[in-house]
């Protein structure tokens, strides 16, 4: 149990365009989602924490008009990097915290989506 | 503000011999220290938290409050322990957290 999926796991897009990542909890309800941005070789740096049914919460630096979150059921949160530029390719990995029952309050990390933009 | 450093990028053993990869943190709070591993081709995953006091597939880890260390061990190293190891923190009353940059263990046979 405690199964998070993302879609797509692989996407190439032109610059200027947008493109939506979505984060599912399988087997479980997640009322708080992470999202997190990994560089080559570097660590996981946290974007924004995505609480369902209401405003994504943004770290510093973060610019929430390119990197619009939307939580809008209990199993489903997506990011969408609006008007895309090469030096948004990385590697987007989503989390999702269980509220209880089974997957406890624990964190459960998605596999990842490697954006490329041309 | 808060931090969390590996100071390894690579550390390789060969199997059997004893593992302890290295994680200070900063933080003026309590924290909640984390390890996650990452083994090949697959996602992040929790190995241990220090509130549980537990050991995990071999790997034990304290809090030294004092040192401001969470270092992870294991008495006899083996090669499905081969992985891309985290720590993490979380700060108080928070959900959100702080990556170290990652320790790769290489378990040689």
């Known amino acids: 149990g405690a199964v998070v999926s993302q879609h797509p796991s692989r996407v190439i897009c032109k610059s200027g365009t947008s493109v939506k990542i979505e984060c599912r909890s399988l087997?479980?309800?997640?009322?708080?989602m992470f999202w997190y941005r990994q560089f080559p070789k570097q660590s996981l740096m946290l974007m924004a924490t995505?609480?369902?049914?209401?405003?994504?919460?943004?770290e510093q630096g973060v610019e929430k008009d390119k990197f619009l979150i939307n939580h809008a059921s209990l199993t489903l949160s997506t990011l969408t990097v609006t008007s895309a530029h090469p030096e948004d390719s990385s590697f987007y990995i989503c989390?999702?915290?269980?509220?209880?029952?089974?997957?406890?309050?624990?964190?459960?990390f998605g596999p990842g989506t490697r954006l490329t933009v041309t | 503000a808060q931090r969390v450093t590996q100071p390894e990028k690579l550390l390789s053993v060969f199997k059997g011999a004893p593992v302890e990869l290295k994680c200070n943190y900063s933080?003026?709070?309590?924290?909640?220290l984390f390890w996650y591993v990452q083994y090949s081709r697959q996602r992040l995953q929790l190995l241990l938290r220090h509130i549980s006091r537990e050991s995990i597939k071999g790997f034990t880890a304290d809090l030294n409050k004092g040192e401001t260390s969470f270092h992870l061990k294991k008495p006899f190293a083996q090669e499905e322990d081969s992985a891309m190891y985290y720590c993490?923190?979380?700060?108080?009353?928070?959900?959100?957290?702080?990556f170290g940059t990652g320790t790769r263990l290489q378990v040689f046979p």
């Open positions: 087997d479980f309800q997640a009322t708080t």
């Open positions: 933080y003026s709070g309590s924290p909640e």
């Open positions: 993490a923190l979380s700060a108080d009353n928070t959900d959100k957290l702080i």
């Open positions: 989390s999702a915290r269980g509220t209880s029952g089974s997957a406890g309050y624990e964190q459960y």
């Open positions: 995505s609480n369902e049914g209401s405003k994504a919460t943004y």
